[in-house]
């Protein structure tokens, strides 16, 4: 009989992935701007940008802040970036999960 792949063993597999591509090729993704910002630019508008509330955050501008190293700098927040996604979906689905079990009517299969 084939062995059967458990969810837990699929979705650590998939996390694997995750955090090994957003390592390795999140630092070769293009430093030229793209959608709004390329928009901006364009129409000649750019220069009235805001700062964002976030833009001291540890990890604005898709880089680790006090890394000096800026494909490590860009690696490492592809992994932070994975791994908190990762939790708070994985936490979501928990709390789903447990709601329904506890609010499904007697007899339910």
Request: net charge neutral; no cysteine; glycine share 10%.
């Amino acid at each position: 009989m084939k062995p059967r792949m458990t969810l837990g063993i699929f979705v650590a597999a998939a996390l694997a992935v995750a955090l090994a591509l957003a390592f390795f090729v999140s630092p070769q993704a293009s430093s030229q701007p793209d959608g709004l910002n390329r928009v901006a630019i364009d129409k000649g508008f750019a220069d009235n940008e805001t700062p964002h509330a976030l833009d001291d955050g540890p990890t604005a501008g898709y880089a680790v802040k006090g890394v000096d190293n800026q494909r490590l700098a860009t690696g490492l927040a592809g992994l932070i970036g994975v791994t908190v996604t990762f939790a708070v979906a994985g936490s979501l689905f928990l709390v789903v999960r447990q709601t329904r079990r506890t609010t499904e009517p007697m007899g339910t299969v």
